[in-house]
């Protein structure tokens, strides 16, 4: 059985391509989650998994744009998993009308119960397990994106305050937003003057969450780099650190890994990456 939400679509929601941004996709799940937990009268207990819960991964695969209208898109979620002290939600965004599904975006989120009061996980109860597998439905399997390398680029992340949550942690939402603002900062890095680079769409997106982000004035650092180049396609890595403490190297707070390819904005289809483009993401791919 599957959950279904009717997610409103904002014009704040675009990007310069006039797509719906993939920082904001994080955003439809997280509000899809909720609406799951709180909607149901078989959650008992629905509010301590809805706001009791923390990301321990986000997996979301890019299948086709979803421009702006007035009618919201539909999200799908379900359980594909559930382990001892943790569980795994699924989610589909699409349309769907006479003539079938249109599907933008298929995506997981690896969830731990929480309990904030003294920061600590906890395990699925009887009850929560009982519910949950009513919704139990398989998943789909992906294979792993390479990450090799070691960083060529650093950006410093300067928290918003507006980033944190309730519970004073940046909310599971923002880091995907930091690792695009890292991300795209790289790439204005990469390009020297003359240089032909094309238009770019990010296909793929993991996250891991390590370690919670806090509020404070001094800037925490994002490394990246070149981990895999294509024809069409190519991975950025990344990890968010606090090297303030006594960790050598510095504390990885969040890792993510990118599949960005090449895109004709005329066609709104997939194409080559420029010569001058993939020339300069080999040189980086060589360094790490």
Sequence with gaps: MRHTYECPVRWADMDMLQHVNNVTYVDYLQEARIDMFMAHPEFAGGEELAEGVVVVRHELDFVAPLVFRSR??????????????????????????????????????????????????RRIT????????????????????????????????????SDVDAYRHVNNVKYIEYFQEARLRYLMHLHREGDTFGGIVVA?????????????????????????????????????????????????????????????????????????HRARL???????
């Design 126 to 161: 009887d009850r929560e397990r009982e519910v949950l597998s009513r919704y139990l439905e398989p998943g789909v399997d992906r294979t792993p994106v390479a990450a090799d390398g070691s960083s060529q680029y650093v950006f410093p992340l300067k928290v918003r305050w």
């Design 282 to 288: 080999l040189d980086e791919l060589g360094a790490g």
């Design 204 to 276: 793929r997106t993991d996250v891991d969450y390590r370690r919670p982000i806090l509020f404070r004035l001094e800037p925490y650092e994002v490394d990246s780099w070149v981990s895999h180049v294509g024809r069409t396609s190519f991975v950025i890595a990344a990890e968010i650190r606090d090297r303030t403490g006594s960790v050598p190297g510095g504390e990885v707070l969040a890792t993510s890994r990118s599949v960005l390819v090449g895109f004709d904005q005329q066609t709104q289809r997939s194409a080559p990456l420029t010569e001058d």
């Design 72 to 121: 919201p898109v539909l999200v799908d979620a379900w359980i594909s998993e559930i382990r001892a002290a943790s569980f795994t939600m699924s989610y589909e965004v699409y349309d769907e009308d006479a003539s079938g599904r249109r599907v933008y975006v298929r995506a997981s989120s690896l969830l731990a119960p929480f309990v904030f009061a003294t920061e600590r996980p």
